[in-house]
């Protein structure tokens, strides 16, 4: 979860112009709460807006009444009483108008952005990057009240920006630099000397934007943001039963009020400011009314008037931003695509997308939420986004592609597009879901001023080429005023024959000499113009055709991620797919790369994997992640993988998993299982280390005969845990450790001997302890805990198993076998002069210790790299795993790296540092063992570590390469004596 500190929204409204998008957009609210990019307690609401036109005041009006009346009705009101603003922290995003590079609107668009700080991975869109500005940026520190954040354009926020709140009252507005030349077609603040608002102009004359430049040279712009404190909120409220205003509400529109349309800024806002006079605020009108709109100035002017009366008085002041940055999202298509590729990186902009073939990427152009298969070449200055195709495509420069999947790359084949937008539309027509594609130039302009062009060349020029005439967009009584780009019916929806497809628009690029069939084709197509698309934008289906692709390129990126043994986090990603119901597709791929991985690591991190996504969807509930997993049920699918039956071992697992996902305790207790069956993958890469287990026979000791291996403990001075299974053959490990005597003595040890009872005798204790815990195992079964570690004695009992003096399996029995093999039994006695637990690497140690002389007691001679191999062995049989510091520390003596490559077989290597002369006296005079009485066991530290290497988390990650870096700094300063400086 994001750490910075942020505002705790109680309420967060997103208002919309559509009534059939409501629901839509109330799960994009609620699925970005899942994802903790909204606090979990914040009220969520998306508002439909009384009427299309009601503007940006009239929405924030109604928005403000929205809330006011759940929040009231969540403390017990039965009317809306502004009592509850004093209390709350309100954000209202205003989706805004149609946008024609995206169907969903400006606040979805989504941009070429990754949030690497993410817990979730996803799409990131201009609504993620303004809600994470409101939350962490501009809101933190403010009083409660009421936060309106329009959504139509791109912001850059310092992350330092420290806003005073003290003593705030009224309202106050964000601004952002911009030039005097960009303020000509924008609004800008004129403020004095102490920031309070003077006035706001838009697309003001050169002379009222000159008075508003500041000391940079450049001119305060209206950016979309408003903050409303908790008083001037009340008196905004209060206008919603006052006629004409109570029109903006719904329930003005339920009370048969007429609608009227307001501006936040040139209505709301600009009658606080100072130098505005009531008579010139009642005259004016605000730029978001039209001039068709002239008729109700009247209405409007009463509803000013009303403005005036309630909130005049009220201060108004301007924050400005002066290293923050503003981009509002025109309808301009150059504009646009400048804005999704800039700044030109040394290579393509490639978030959220799996690419077969990056080469054929060209730097500067952008790539979102796609899976590119073969050759799609993408010139700079292009842009794709929600795209699936399959090449050979080549697109040229200055191009917005949208909504294309494989089915539409053959129509793409054999063309070079240049200068153009081609996006795919879903559209329900008559209750049915259609796809419809529309294709107009980048030079082309969506303003209905401006009628000039069409794919690039004017329109006398296209009719020219392509055979169409004006009848066939424009009825012929239409006005010339009327007859623009919006109006013109281009974009074919329905054929009475066929599917139509982007060939059915592509043909008008060049026209073929075909006895004009495409012109035909398209002529007997039921066409529609852009504006009568939009009110059949399917927007769900939209939004989930997008999550559909992404999770598509996502689970191909993961499953190269791990066939690739690339060290990237997957969590975010597996949290995302159970958050949004694709848990099922991401398991079936985890499925696929376990059974038919070749490398035991790729195959172990994808079962952990399996149990990371079982553990998500438990959502917190069913306990801990760590536990038994020994449970019967899944004894067979654990039997193939101890075979080394892969495959058949992971359909097994799969098919006991389908019975364990109910409810959160059973999905917990599958992700302990699915961690057990990765262990055994562990466990058998591990034991590929007996591959350097040699044994020369030596002639056995008489019986009664002891054998005794005395050993220091170790210090761990530098890279420890990478020495731990997986890391140590996966990424590769190096360990700077000593052996040091403790009060100066070899603190743990082992002694061995024949004994003529075939039995096993086990005692544990201090060297000359006679209570000494004592066991007696006579048979077999008398063995089988070796693999609970806490079970009495079950070190001792691996020790006779991984020495080959005991097999458990065998269908002799206990006695049999050592009567057979040795004439009788053996005594085996350890002990540790150390606390249980110290982290002095003990019980590997006495692993060691109990092993040499149990070996040699039966008439095995085991060298000491051997040795430290035969207890890797041993520790996974045990199962507390564990890697091989702790035994090259304690039975190899003095200082010694030990390393080991990422490869199997496992094998560890030990170089023994020398150091000058006097050095091992200074360690000597410096070291000082202090025993905490805390203890714990390595296996459940063990766990923790594992899930979190399989899970690649960066920051284990980065330990990793630190912790080897530092081990070899640590050995060649240990060489050179630590430079005699420390």
């Known amino acids: 979860m994001d750490q910075r500190k942020g505002v705790d929204w109680t309420v967060i409204i997103l208002t919309c112009q559509y009534k059939d998008s409501v629901q839509v957009f109330q799960r994009?609210?609620?699925?970005?709460?899942?994802?903790?990019?909204?606090?979990?307690?914040?009220?969520?609401?998306?508002?439909?807006?009384?009427?299309?036109?009601?503007?940006?005041?009239?929405?924030?009006?109604?928005?403000?009444?929205?809330?006011?009346?759940?929040?009231?009705?969540?403390?017990?009101f039965t009317v809306v009483t502004s009592d509850v603003l004093h209390s709350a922290w309100i954000l209202i995003l205003h989706m805004g108008r149609d946008f024609p590079f995206d169907d969903c609107g400006r606040a979805f668009t989504c941009l070429p952005k990754e949030n690497l700080r993410a817990p979730v991975e996803?799409?990131?869109?201009?609504?993620?990057?303004?809600?994470?500005?409101?939350?962490?940026?501009?809101?933190?520190?403010?009083p409660p009240g009421v936060w309106v954040c329009s959504t139509d354009m791109l912001l850059s926020v310092p992350s330092n920006l420290g806003i005073n709140w003290d003593d705030f009252q009224g309202a106050r507005v964000i601004a952002f630099p911009g030039s005097p030349a960009y303020a000509v077609n924008h609004g800008v603040y004129l403020t004095d000397a102490q920031g309070f608002v003077l006035d706001i102009f838009y697309q003001g004359t050169e002379a009222e934007i000159q008075q508003c430049v500041l000391t940079d040279g450049q001119v305060p712009l209206v950016s979309g943001i408003v903050f409303f404190s908790v008083d001037t909120a009340e008196h905004l409220l209060a206008t919603h039963v006052s006629p004409p205003l109570d029109a903006c509400t719904y329930m003005g529109l339920d009370s048969g009020a007429r609608p009227v349309q307001l501006s936040l800024f040139f209505d709301i806002l600009l009658c606080m400011a100072r130098n505005v006079s009531r008579e010139n605020f009642l005259a004016g009108q605000p730029p978001e009314m039209g001039q068709g709109d002239m008729d109700v100035a009247g209405y409007l002017q009463g509803a000013r008037a009303q403005l005036w009366r309630?909130?005049?008085?009220?201060?108004?002041?301007?924050?400005?931003?002066?290293?923050g940055s503003y981009s509002y999202l025109t309808s301009s298509t150059s504009e646009f695509l400048l804005s999704l590729t800039m700044p030109v990186v040394p290579k393509a902009q490639i978030v959220h997308s799996q690419v077969e073939e990056p080469q054929f990427l060209r730097p500067g152009c952008s790539v979102v939420n796609c899976l590119l298969e073969g050759a799609v070449h993408l010139e700079p200055g292009s842009v794709l986004q929600h795209c699936h195709l399959q090449g050979p495509v080549h697109i040229g420069t200055g191009c917005f592609l949208s909504g294309l999947d494989t089915a539409q790359s053959e129509a793409l084949r054999g063309l070079e597009l240049c200068d153009l937008v081609l996006q795919g539309h879903h559209v329900r027509l008559h209750g049915s879901l259609s796809y419809v594609f529309t294709l107009v130039g980048r030079l082309d302009s969506w303003k209905r001023q401006e009628i000039d062009t069409y794919l690039n060349m004017s329109w006398s020029d296209f009719f020219k080429k392509t055979g169409i005439r004006d009848w066939d967009l424009w009825d012929p009584?239409?006005?010339?005023?009327?007859?623009?780009?919006?109006?013109?019916?281009?974009?074919?929806?329905?054929?009475?024959?066929?599917?139509?497809?982007?060939?059915?628009?592509?043909?008008?690029?060049?026209p073929q000499d075909d006895g004009g069939k495409a012109l035909q084709t398209w002529r007997v197509s039921w066409r529609l113009s852009w504006e009568q698309l939009q009110p059949h934008l399917d927007r769900a289906a939209t939004l989930a055709s997008r999550r559909d692709l992404f999770f598509h390129q996502a689970l191909q990126k993961a499953r190269h991620v791990l066939e690739a043994r690339q060290d990237l986090c997957l969590r975010p990603l597996i949290r995302a797919a159970v958050h949004e119901g694709f848990s099922k597709h991401v398991l079936a791929m985890l499925d696929q790369v376990a059974a038919g991985a070749e490398d035991p690591g790729v195959a172990s991190r994808a079962l952990a994997c399996v149990a990371d996504v079982l553990g998500c969807m438990a959502e917190g509930q069913g306990g801990l992640r760590s536990g038994p997993a020994a449970n019967p049920e899944w004894m067979r699918p654990f039997s193939y993988l101890e075979c080394g039956d892969l495959s058949r071992g992971v359909r097994a697992l799969a098919q006991e998993r389908d019975k364990w996902l109910s409810r959160p305790a059973l999905l917990v207790r599958a992700a302990r299982h699915y961690e057990g069956a990765e262990q055994i993958l562990v466990r058998h890469a591990v034991m590929t280390a007996q591959h350097f287990v040699s044994m020369e026979p030596v002639e056995l000791p008489a019986p009664g005969q002891w054998v005794m291996a005395e050993c220091p403990a170790r210090v761990d001075f530098s890279g420890g845990w990478s020495d731990t299974p997986p890391i140590a053959y996966e990424f590769g490990g190096a360990v700077l450790g000593l052996a040091v005597r403790v009060d100066g003595c070899r603190p743990i040890g082992a002694r061995a001997r024949r004994i003529t009872e075939p039995e096993l005798w086990l005692a544990m204790g201090h060297q000359k302890d006679e209570m000494a815990t004592k066991i007696v195992c006579r048979s077999l079964d008398d063995l089988q805990d070796y693999c609970q570690p806490h079970a009495p004695g079950a070190l001792l009992k691996a020790?006779?198993?991984?020495?080959?003096?005991?097999?458990?399996?065998?269908?002799?029995?206990?006695?049999?076998?050592?009567?057979?093999?040795?004439?009788?039994?053996?005594e085996l006695h350890t002990w540790s002069e150390l606390p249980h637990g110290s982290g002095l690497g003990t019980s590997s140690i006495l692993a060691g210790a109990a092993l040499a002389a149990l070996q040699r007691a039966a008439g095995q001679l085991v060298s000491t790299e051997a040795l430290i191999h035969a207890v890797l062995h041993l520790e996974q049989v045990l199962t507390t795993g564990g890697g091989w510091q702790d035994q090259v520390g304690g039975l190899m003596p003095g200082i010694k790296v030990g390393r080991s490559q990422a490869q199997l077989p496992l094998k560890v290597e030990v170089e023994e540092i020398t150091v000058p002369k006097g050095f091992v006296q200074k360690l000597n005079d410096h070291l000082l063992l202090v025993y905490t009485g805390k203890t714990r066991l390595a296996r459940n530290?063990?766990?923790?570590?594992?899930?979190?290497?399989?899970?690649?988390?960066?920051?284990?990650?980065?330990?990793?390469?630190?912790?080897?870096?530092?081990?070899?700094?640590c050995a060649e300063a240990f060489h050179q004596g630590l430079a005699q400086a420390r």
């Open 941 to 969: 530290l063990l766990q923790d570590v594992l899930r979190s290497w399989y899970a690649r988390l960066p920051a284990v990650v980065q330990n990793a390469h630190s912790l080897v870096r530092q081990a070899e700094e």
């Open 799 to 826: 020790a006779f198993i991984c020495a080959g003096i005991v097999h458990v399996r065998s269908e002799l029995s206990l006695q049999e076998q050592l009567l057979h093999n040795f004439g009788g039994g053996f």
């Open 122 to 142: 996803a799409l990131v869109c201009n609504l993620d990057c303004l809600l994470d500005i409101m939350t962490h940026q501009l809101g933190p520190g403010s």
């Open 310 to 323: 309630e909130l005049r008085g009220q201060p108004l002041t301007m924050v400005y931003v002066p290293d």
């Open 28 to 76: 994009e609210l609620e699925v970005r709460q899942k994802r903790e990019q909204i606090p979990a307690g914040t009220l969520l609401l998306a508002v439909e807006d009384p009427e299309i036109r009601v503007g940006s005041g009239g929405a924030t009006l109604n928005a403000l009444l929205v809330a006011a009346e759940h929040l009231s009705a969540r403390a017990g």
């Open 477 to 510: 009584d239409m006005p010339p005023a009327e007859r623009h780009l919006l109006s013109a019916r281009l974009f074919p929806v329905l054929h009475p024959s066929r599917a139509l497809g982007p060939r059915d628009m592509l043909w008008m690029l060049d």
